[in-house]
């Protein structure tokens, strides 16, 4: 929810903020009527006008990422933005590939890291591995047209 109470010299009232597809929704619902601060029914009208306020722009802004899911899964070059592959140094010294997957988990609503070995798991199942880590945190379904072009996008390995 983004809606705020603001009661400060300048303002007294609600503020709603979203950002729906790169743009900044701000807008103010007073609660103050000739100078007089509203309370009782009122002020729960104006609240209720915010709330309604904050919900259609969350509307717009979950249909926009839905429309935007498969634009958003891959960078220009075809490669998936959030796997990456890796050379990683252990602390004995030696040199593990690996498939890392860093994504803004839908599910959990923070950042999610975790990597998947090609020397304990292979390659081919490393990626699935990362994949299904990646599509269970963007919330993408394993029988959906997205899914497989992710399992198609592995990138090459040495």
């Known amino acids: 929810?983004?809606?705020?109470?603001?009661?400060?010299?300048?303002?007294?009232?609600?503020?709603v903020r979203r950002t729906v597809a790169g743009q900044l929704y701000q807008e103010y619902f007073s609660l103050k009527r000739e100078g007089k601060r509203?309370?009782?029914?009122?002020?729960?009208?104006?609240?209720?006008?915010?709330?309604?306020?904050?919900?259609e722009?969350?509307?717009?802004?979950?249909?926009?990422?839905?429309?935007?899911?498969?634009?958003?899964?891959?960078?220009?070059?075809?490669?998936?933005?959030?796997?990456?592959?890796?050379v990683k140094t252990e602390k004995s010294g030696n040199l593990t590939p690996i498939f890392q997957v860093g994504v803004a988990s839908q599910i959990e609503k923070k950042?999610?890291?975790?990597?998947?070995?090609l020397n304990a798991h292979g390659s081919e199942?490393?990626?699935k591995k990362a994949v299904d880590a990646y599509a269970k945190h963007k919330g993408i379904h394993k029988n959906s047209k997205l899914f497989q072009r992710l399992i198609e996008a592995k990138p090459k390995v040495s």
């Open 38 to 55: 509203l309370d009782g029914r009122l002020k729960k009208q104006v609240e209720n006008e915010a709330l309604a306020r904050d919900k």
């Open 111 to 117: 950042t999610v890291c975790t990597s998947f070995s």
């Open 1 to 15: 929810m983004s809606v705020k109470l603001l009661d400060n010299k300048a303002f007294y009232g609600y503020r």
């Open 125 to 127: 199942e490393a990626w």
């Open 57 to 86: 722009l969350e509307v717009e802004r979950s249909r926009f990422l839905d429309d935007t899911k498969e634009d958003r899964c891959f960078k220009p070059d075809g490669s998936v933005k959030g796997i990456s592959y890796l």
